[in-house]
């Protein structure tokens, strides 16, 4: 295990047990390094949306955890936000959340000259996702070569 995903575990450890007190959902974790920073980011949800208040309850909470443990070697900056609207789907419980809604789906590579894609997702499973397209026309995509797929939303 890399020591990004250790710190990323250990961080979604730390902070379930404040994340069901408040019964939001822990949506992800990420330790990126952004510029000349390291980020560890905590995305948070709840029905009917997360709002800054929120944000800054889990913050503050966490971040007391953060300085007690002292697990991560360099300095970084912790944020706490919501997933926003473009949300993508990474773990079971997005998939299931989102069967029948219109997803949109980023290839690494065109298929059929394209790399873009939007349809409902109809299935999916621990290597392919499904979506059916216009004209009952469905497409079935491997996961290793989706490099984005995401709730599909119009302005």
Not at 9 to 19: A, F, K, V
Not at 76 to 100: A, H, M, N, T
Not at 111 to 130: A, P, Q, R
């Amino acid at each position: 295990m890399s020591r990004r995903e250790l710190y990323e575990q250990r961080t979604e450890e730390l902070l379930l047990p404040i994340i069901e007190k408040y019964h939001f959902e822990l949506v992800d974790v990420e330790y990126v390094k952004e510029g000349g920073n390291w980020y560890l980011r905590a995305y948070i949800d709840k029905e009917g949306g997360i709002t800054v208040d929120d944000c800054e309850i889990v913050s503050r909470q966490m971040s007391d955890l953060l300085d007690e443990q002292d697990f991560i070697e360099e300095s970084y900056i912790f944020e706490v936000s919501s997933p926003g609207l473009g949300r993508p789907l990474k773990k079971e419980k997005d998939y299931q959340r989102s069967l029948g809604k219109e997803v949109e789906i980023r290839t690494y590579k065109a298929i059929e000259k394209e790399k873009e894609f939007y349809g409902l997702l109809k299935s999916y499973d621990e290597t392919t996702v499904t979506i059916e397209m216009e004209e009952d026309k469905e497409m079935i995509f491997a996961k290793t070569d989706i490099a984005l797929i995401r709730l599909a939303f119009d302005f």
